[in-house]
């Protein structure tokens, strides 16, 4: 059986967690940042967790994590 490939976007992207969902970073902080207030963009500094629906397919992207 041969091994199975990492999606490397996928793996840029998301980190597993202890419980076995995936968090990534979230989106909307790269620019147009004037308009945002602070309280917005601190709260974008914090890693989101992937959506429940979305799990399998991560975990699918990464089989080694």
Not at 6 to 34: E, P
């Amino acid at each position: 059986m041969p091994k199975i490939k990492t999606n490397r976007g996928a793996a840029k992207r998301l980190r597993r967690t202890g419980n076995g969902g995936f968090k990534c970073g979230a989106s909307h902080r790269r620019h147009i940042l004037t308009k945002k207030s602070t309280k917005r963009k601190r709260q974008l500094r914090k890693p989101s967790a992937v959506h429940p629906s979305d799990v399998r397919m991560a975990a699918r992207m990464l089989p080694y994590s």
